[in-house]
Structure formats: structure tokens, C-alpha cells
């Protein structure tokens, strides 16, 4: 329905500015379409989030806010105060921006899709979180490298991508649409690169290289450092990869503490959520 409407509305609109010089429409319908974009907000515990929504993907993060992964919520709640949290595949920012409006942590976000990420840093900004929340344009991997990022959508927002040799989701080939050039980093050479302080907590959310990205995490998350981190487990729960990721996980002294693998059999992703042993 709402794609039909959608539909009738472009084309009333080019009608109506048919009569223009082709410059002029093109102006017109380019100004209109900035005039267009949505802002939408939530209140939560700890204020209002506003977010900025360019596209129907990014409208569905403010919408969904509350019920797309409470689970997430709840352990950003949990964070200890004065504590730094790294955000991989932030895509828009919802959860890492209600982690800088907590006040309890210091926020990476990194988002290598070049129109979310635009997006993203749109949020930071319109929420006034510049000075808490800092995004990078990065894909993070297991290594130092150039590659493509894979997309079957690169609309604001959207999801189903994967960076490098692979480009799979959950198990199934992605459809590829647009190829993005991207540079990738292991999580232990940003910090050995750039600096970056060490993190507290970490979700890893990028559909589908999460044990690739663990991989690259070895020296930061054998440090002792790292207290938690979230991890999106895609397709099946005892598939190889998955099971080499736990195994790696548990070498660098972690237990998981919320997975119950016969519970997930018939979902397709799970945020498991590994401890300090």
C-alpha cells in the first residue's frame, strides 16, 4: 500500500513540474526531496533520541526503537559508568547513540556503508552527542586490508551486507546490487594504529564476518580489558563457523551467558552476549 502510494505521489509531483525547464524540475524535485526528510523522535530512560530518516529503512530504526532488539537495550543499561563501548556495524546509530545518552560510556561507532554512515553522523549531530559518540567510517575485519563491501541494497539504513572474499547472509549468497570500495581494520590494529582506547564492552552486529572479526580481536580481547561483548550469531546455531566462533571466544575467557542453543534452532539471527569468565 504504502508503495503505491508512494508511487502516485512521484508521479503527481512530476506532472505538476513538467512544465518546468528539465534544470529547474530537477532543482525543484531535489530541494523537495530535502524538504521531505523525515526527523522522528523516542523518549527513553534517558531523553529524547531524534533521527534524522532519509530513506523507508532508516524510518523503520525510530519506529522500531523499542521492540527491534530490547535485548540490546537492556545491556546497554547494564554498562558501568565511565566506561568505553565500540559499536561495529552501528549502521544509523540507534544503539549507539542511547549509549552516549545514558552518560555511563564513551562511544566508537563504526559504519562503512557510505549513505548510512552519512546518516549515522546526521544522528550524532542532530542529537548534539559529538563530543560522546564518534563515528568512523570503517568496515572492521580480521585484518588490515582494501576490499569491497558486497550490498544488496545501499539505501540509508538498509541491511544484508558483507565485507570482502565472501558475500553471504545467513547462510545464502547475497544478491550484490552495488559494490562499495572500503578499507578494513582488526580491532586490535585500531587501537594499535590509531590509538583508540581500549573497550569495555563491544556489540558486533555485520551480518555475517562476526568470526572473521573476532579473529582480528585476539591480543584486545585476551587483555583482560574487555568485559563484554555482544555478538549477532547468524543462521545455524551449531553450523561450524559458529561453533569455532564460541571456541574463540572461550580462548579468550569468555562464556556466553544468554544462548540456548535448542531455544534459537529456528531463528535465524541471536545476540548472544559473552562475559569475562
Known amino acids: 500500500?504504502?508503495?503505491?502510494?508512494?508511487?502516485?505521489?512521484?508521479?503527481?509531483?512530476?506532472?505538476?513540474?513538467?512544465?518546468?525547464?528539465?534544470?529547474?524540475?530537477?532543482l525543484t524535485l531535489a530541494l523537495l526531496s530535502e524538504y521531505l526528510y523525515q526527523r522522528h523522535s523516542v523518549e527513553t530512560k534517558y531523553g529524547k533520541l531524534t533521527f534524522v530518516c532519509p530513506s523507508y529503512h532508516a524510518v523503520l530504526y525510530p519506529r522500531e526503537f523499542f521492540t527491534r532488539e530490547t535485548d540490546t537495550l537492556e545491556w546497554i543499561d547494564s554498562f558501568e559508568s565511565n566506561s568505553v563501548f565500540w559499536d561495529v556495524g552501528a549502521n544509523v546509530g540507534i544503539y549507539a547513540l542511547y549509549a552516549g545518552l545514558s552518560g555511563k560510556s564513551e562511544v566508537v561507532a563504526f559504519e562503512p556503508t557510505a549513505s548510512t554512515f552519512a546518516t549515522l553522523i546526521d544522528n550524532i549531530n542532530e542529537n548534539n552527542l559529538t563530543d560522546i559518540v564518534r563515528g568512523y567510517p570503517i568496515a572492521v575485519a580480521e585484518a588490515l586490508s582494501l576490499d569491497m563491501l558486497n550490498m544488496e541494497n545501499a539505501t540509508s539504513g538498509s541491511v544484508s551486507h558483507s565485507f570482502g572474499d565472501t558475500p553471504t547472509f545467513i547462510g545464502r549468497e547475497l544478491e550484490t546490487q552495488v559494490r562499495q570500495s572500503t578499507m578494513g581494520y582488526s580491532i586490535d590494529s585500531l587501537i594499535e594504529t590509531f590509538g583508540f582506547a581500549p573497550p569495555d564492552y563491544v556489540k558486533i552486529d555485520v551480518d555475517g564476518i562476526e568470526p572473521r572479526i573476532i579473529e582480528g580481536a585476539g591480543k584486545t580481547f585476551s587483555s583482560g580489558g574487555v568485559r563484554e561483548v555482544l555478538i549477532e550469531v547468524e543462521g545455524e546455531p551449531r553450523s561450524t563457523s559458529n561453533l569455532a566462533m564460541f571456541e574463540t571466544m572461550k580462548g579468550y575467557g569468555f562464556t556466553e551467558h544468554n544462548y540456548d542453543f535448542d531455544a534459537v534452532r529456528d531463528v535465524k539471527t541471536a545476540n548472544v552476549i559473552f562475559k569475562r569468565s
Open 1 to 26: 500500500m504504502s508503495k503505491r502510494v508512494a508511487r502516485g505521489l512521484r508521479g503527481i509531483v512530476r506532472g505538476l513540474t513538467s512544465v518546468m525547464s528539465p534544470w529547474r524540475q530537477s
